[in-house]
């Protein structure tokens, strides 16, 4: 049995998936600018290398699953931060660690998205900072989020983009039997949703906005469909967006699936 890696491990969703698939019998990697097994700054190339390069020493080369939930919510300043982790310290993992997923048994990974890449417009595909983020080109998109007015743009527009890249490699990593997938959560109720509850600029609106489930999801739902979506019981899910969002997506657009 090769590890696991799991990015965002010392908190909240990150956090409930450790302890889920250690409940399931998996030997995990957490990484994490803190609490983790390795610690590295997801924000920074350097931090994503090295931290790359660890993981391969520690795996041996050989990986069975990879969960990158490392994430900043969008009260946090600057918002090249969130574009930093969100978006590029997601994708260097699955691009530094494709080799070793294939390498694997019966390997699988797992994006956390968010809900709110529903809400991005349609006319976001035309705008530089997608473009920037879909062209790698992280110099422009880290300047560009920083001339962004609103956190929740930056948040959901990087998001939005790392799903897209989760499609894109669909061909690739299913040729080569590795599954990838993106779960897309609502409002949970972790560190990084409090920070915007506690928040005066977004406190309110979070608050007013009610799923039609009636209540925040616990960590641990969310790590429950990770959890399966990592397992061979979940052998022919591969490409897919998971929205686990209470019905929000569904309330907010019933005509889009
Ligand atoms: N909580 C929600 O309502 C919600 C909804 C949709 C999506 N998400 C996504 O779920 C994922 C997990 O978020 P959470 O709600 O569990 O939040 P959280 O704050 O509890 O966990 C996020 C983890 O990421 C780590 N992290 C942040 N910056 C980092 C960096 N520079 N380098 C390394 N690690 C870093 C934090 O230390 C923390 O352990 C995020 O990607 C988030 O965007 C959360």
């Known amino acids: ?22 409940a399931a019998g998996k030997s995990i990697i957490g990484v994490d600018i803190r609490d983790a097994d390795i610690l590295a700054d997801l924000s920074t190339p350097d931090g994503r290398q ?3 390069a660890d993981v391969l020493a520690r795996c041996k ?3 069975d699953g990879l969960v990158c939930c490392a994430g900043l919510g969008p009260t946090v300043s600057p918002l090249s ?5 969100n978006y590029f310290g997601a994708t260097a993992f699955l691009e530094g660690l494709f080799e ?12 956390v998205s968010s809900n709110s890449i529903s809400l991005v417009e349609e006319t976001w595909r035309d705008s530089a900072l997608f473009q920037a983020f879909m062209a790698d080109d992280e110099a422009l998109a880290l300047q560009l989020a920083d001339e962004v007015e609103m956190g929740q743009v930056v948040y959901g527009g990087s998001k939005f983009a790392l799903t897209c890249r989760v499609r894109e490699l669909a061909g690739t990593w299913g040729s080569a039997g590795v599954r990838l997938n993106a779960v897309a959560p609502g409002v949970v109720q972790t560190p990084l949703l409090q920070a915007g509850l506690d928040d005066p600029r977004f406190g309110q609106a979070i608050r007013n906005f009610v799923p039609p489930l009636g209540r925040r999801a616990e960590p641990a739902e969310i790590a429950e469909l990770i959890g399966f979506l990592m397992s061979p019981r979940a052998g022919y899910m591969h490409g897919g967006v998971y929205f686990i969002d209470g019905g929000i997506d569904a309330q907010l657009r019933p005509q889009y699936f």
């Open 1 to 22: 049995m090769n590890p696991i890696v799991v990015t965002g491990s010392a908190s909240g969703i990150g956090a409930a998936t450790c302890e889920a698939l250690r």
């Open 50 to 52: 090295a931290a790359v």
């Open 61 to 63: 080369g050989a990986l």
């Open 81 to 85: 931060k969130i574009a930093a982790v």
């Open 100 to 111: 070793a997923l294939i390498q694997g048994s019966e390997s699988a990974a797992v994006v």
